[in-house]
Structure formats: C-alpha cells, structure tokens
C-alpha cells in the first residue's frame, strides 16, 4: 500500500478539506430553482430498494412504475438505474422495459460483505446470469481496517474478471474509516484493482455519506486521472434524500472533476426518497404549485 501512496499522494490538508467543503455548501444551494439542474441530477439517480420486506411482487410494483415514468411525467427524464438485491435481478430482467434505465445489483454479501470470496463470487454470477449491467459490492472492511490491503484488493481483482461489458461499483463504507488518509487509501485501491465507480456507503452503516468523505473520494479520482487518464466514476448513497443533499454533491463533482463528470456514465447518487423530493421541487418550480409529490 505505501506503494500506491507514494504513486498517489494525498494533495490537501484537513484544515483545506474543511475550508473546500463549506464553499460547495454555500455555493450548492443557489442552485436550488435551477430545474436544468435539478433534472440532470434525478437523471443520475440510482433508484433503489434495499428493504428486508422487498418481494418479487413489490420490486416488480416499483419497476411498473418506472416504465410509465415518463408518460407521467413528459418533461422528466429517467433514471440512471435501478438497484435491487440479486435475488431480484430476474424480475428486472423479465419487467424493466426502460432501454435508458440500466439493471443493478448489490452482491458479495452486501451490505457487510462478511462471506466467503468464492461466494461473493458465485452470488455476482448468478446476478450476471439475468443480464444485469451494473454490480455493486462492499470492501471488506474489516480486513481494510487491519491492514490487510492485499486480500482487500484480490477480492475487487476476482470479482472484477467475471464481470463481462457489466461496470463494477465498489463501496467503500466511509462512515467505518476513521479518517480522511483511510479514505484516500481505500479509494486508490478501489481504483487500482477494478472499480469502474467509488462508492461512499451502503447506507446501512451510520454515518453514511457525507459532505469530507465524497471531497476525500472525488480528489482521489482527480488524481487517478492524472496519473493514468482512466475516469473513474463516483456515487454517493446513504442517507442523501434531499435537494440540498444532491446539490452538494452536484456541485463538488463539477468543481473538483469538471463538467465531463456531470453525467450518468460517471456520477450517481444511489437514493430511494430523493427521487420523489427531486421530482416534487421540479414540478412545483415549474407549474409554481406546492404539492408533495410521492410517486415511487
């Protein structure tokens, strides 16, 4: 690891990070009546179902209504996803009918990823087998916190080689790294063994994201770039239900990594209320109603 380190520095202090931080707050929330916004940000929207109550038939409800999004709403677009534990990765296959809207899953023993490798292994399998396009695991965090980067990073390796055209999202848990340079650290990682995205949380585990640790990940990103010209994308889940939550998190993307960022290809917020709250604040601005919408 101190390999990488030496090939990725960490380019800013804490005191830059906290100072950094506060500006894309402030600057984030004018933002709020900018519905070209506020649409580009539902449109990378992961819209997600991680209940203990899931069912085929309310996954399957919730699919339903995504494919009649737009004929509801005409000025909207769609999601960017849909993510649903790999139990379910038929239903998605057999009912979403959106081309646009893709089909992830959770997998390697989500959401503490506390199972054996070739299991984790088997479970991405047999999601892949239902033409999923998108796969989202948790490090092991525990062997991260302990230092053993090595088994970390053989894992993303193993399950990253069977993953086909489908792109890996790999969640780093932020809110159990003690601080900023663990972050930093699991990023680099991440990146150097097979993430196609960065994740900050499952959003099990409090805290889940927040504002340091996505400065933390997407400065890392940066430089990944630099060094190599790949472009790792970035999501941010746990926790992050409203306008200003998303704003901030639209705002640092544009700000550290640049517009091209701006896009479902690279940035995601993984959400389940925040559609709902997105789609109200639009409609509202727009029709300059003030209805709560829930329509997902």
Known sequence: ????????PMNFSIDKMIDRVNEIKQKSQSLKTETVVLKKIFNCIDLTTLNSTD??????????????????????PEVAAMCVYPVFAPVLKGSLKCDSVRRAVVSGGFPASQTFSDLKKMETQ????????????????????????????????MIKEIMGEAHLKVILETGALKDPEEIWMASIL???????????????????????????????????????????????????????????????????????WLNNKLFRIGASRLANNLLTDVINIEKGSSFDIKYF
């Open 126 to 157: 047999k999601a892949l087998d239902f033409d999923v396009d998108e796969v989202d695991i948790v490090i092991s965090v525990g062997e991260f916190l302990e230092g053993n980067y090595e088994f970390v990073g053989e894992e993303i390796v």
């Open 55 to 76: 069912s085929s038939f309310s996954v399957n409800e919730l699919v339903e209504k995504v494919n009649k999004f737009k004929s509801e709403y005409p000025g909207m």
């Open 1 to 8: 690891m101190s390999q990488l380190l030496e090939k990725y």
């Open 190 to 260: 991440a990146m150097e063994t097979g993430a196609d995205f960065i994740k900050t949380s499952t959003g099990k585990l409090e805290p889940a994201a927040t504002p340091e640790a996505g400065f933390v990940m997407v400065n890392a990103i940066k430089t990944f770039y630099e060094k190599n010209g790949t472009k790792i994308g970035f999501k941010a889940a746990g926790g992050i239900s409203t306008t200003e939550d998303a704003l901030f998190y639209y705002q640092l993307v544009k700000d550290v990594l640049g517009e091209e």
